[in-house]
């Protein structure tokens, strides 16, 4: 099949899964709100457990924000309810569309509190400068010195016990983050990663807010 028509599949799939959410039909759950929500540092497991703790009650959409964009529709024109193109509108970058019955307050104040920490990744930027004085590193067992010596690290074997023989910076802060120096800080047990979840907009049958800082109702009709 080529591209494009896969492509065009993809979209009418997405667009019927989120379609179904606004009860096009008499038997189909029905939302009261949609929100578009941004993210930093993903992790997976932890958008998983996150989403399992909300299912009762909300359903959460990842993906392709062009297919979600044609989901809800672009224009005042394609629209699937009344107000919805300007959520499209704001579908950029690393984002998704959370729809819920919950009560807006309570939506708000479970994303404002959310953030779950994890190893940085390689790329990402230290948090702070992290540095091992020359001298024993104790926490390394005598099988760990060869690994260690790989990854940078000026160490050598004294009497079985892992020792630094000089001063080792294994990050500044504000850097990108080494393979080497995501692999130290995974081993010294460091976690530099922030996982959050960030409110941009909410629809609702009777107003749309922006929750983001910098933007406001022009954003959504220049778009």
């Not at 005042?76 to 998704?96: Q, W, Y």
């Not at 009560?103 to 920490?117: A, D, G, S």
Request: proline fraction near 4%.
């Amino acid at each position: 099949m080529p591209n494009d028509a896969i492509e065009d599949e993809e979209k009418r799939e997405g667009a019927q899964r989120v379609d179904r959410e606004f009860d096009k039909g008499s038997n189909r759950k029905k939302y009261n709100s949609v929100y578009v929500f941004t993210f930093e540092n993903m992790r997976n497991l932890k958008f998983k457990e996150f989403r399992e703790q909300l299912k009762s009650s909300s359903r959460f959409f990842l993906g392709s924000n062009k297919v979600m964009q044609v989901s809800l529709g672009r224009s005042v024109a394609d629209e699937i309810r009344p107000g919805l193109h300007k959520i499209s509108k704001l579908l950029r970058g690393d984002s998704g569309l959370y729809l819920t019955n919950l009560p807006k307050e309570e939506v708000q104040r479970l994303f404002n509190e959310y953030e779950e920490y994890d190893f940085a990744r390689t790329g990402s930027t230290a948090t702070e400068k992290v540095e091992l004085k020359e001298g024993p590193l104790d926490q390394f067992t005598h099988e760990m010195e060869p690994f260690l010596r790989k990854q940078g690290m000026p160490v050598r074997l004294n009497k079985g016990v892992v020792e630094l023989v000089s001063d080792f910076v294994v990050c500044e802060e504000g850097k990108p983050l080494s393979p080497e120096s995501a692999r130290i800080l995974r081993l010294l047990g460091i976690k530099m990663a922030s996982f959050r979840l960030h409110l941009v907009c909410r629809w609702g049958p009777e107003e749309f807010e922006i929750y983001k800082e910098g933007l406001d109702d022009s954003d959504v009709e220049s778009a």
